[in-house]
């Protein structure tokens, strides 16, 4: 998994033949949904947006629209920066599965998993959204690049923990000090 932005995917030069009855599904779901949807050409087509709705709410989007068509596509929702950011420091901060002290892991997967069944952008609390700024801006930094990968934003909460950029920002720590 990686961020992504909302951009257009693919041009006129670079789409494959016959892509234009998909880039049609694409934006109809789009405007039945409210979010930009992108056609995306490749062995298995699919519709591929950042954050908003679920993968099935689009699914069930595109069977509605185009049945037979949707039946033949893979769905992908790609996360922003700042949804795989709040979903690291989210899941930095939460209980592990077990209890006993250990903390669930922190890495795209698990960030992607959190956000499964959650459309986004989901709403950060006054003290996460400090966190996902101060998150994004030491992972910019680190990295010296304006494009950072969701592995890179993880990094962070998962070796250095949320605590460190609490104090940063003159937030409060959680309730375990983390």
Not at 38 to 52: E, R, S
Not at 59 to 88: C, D, I, N, Q, T
Request: proline share 8%; charged share 25%.
């Amino acid at each position: 998994m990686g961020t992504a932005e909302n951009r257009p995917r693919g041009t006129a030069g670079d789409r494959a033949p016959g892509a234009e009855p998909l880039d049609a599904l694409a934006a109809a779901v789009g405007e039945r949904l409210g979010t930009a949807v992108a056609a995306a050409a490749g062995d298995v087509p699919a519709l591929v947006w950042t954050d908003g709705p679920t993968v099935a709410r689009v699914a069930a989007a595109a069977r509605a629209v185009a049945p037979e068509a949707a039946g033949r596509l893979a769905f992908r929702r790609e996360l922003s920066e700042a949804s795989v950011a709040l979903g690291a420091i989210r899941l930095a901060e939460a209980p592990g599965p077990a209890g006993g002290g250990r903390r669930a892991p922190v890495s795209p997967s698990a960030v992607a998993e959190l956000w499964r069944d959650t459309p986004l952008p989901a709403r950060p609390t006054a003290r996460e959204e400090k966190l996902v700024y101060a998150l994004l801006y030491e992972v910019h930094d680190d990295h010296r690049s304006n494009r950072v990968t969701a592995e890179q934003i993880c990094d962070g909460p998962a070796v250095r923990g949320v605590a460190a950029l609490a104090r940063r920002m003159g937030v409060a720590l959680a309730p375990d000090g983390t």
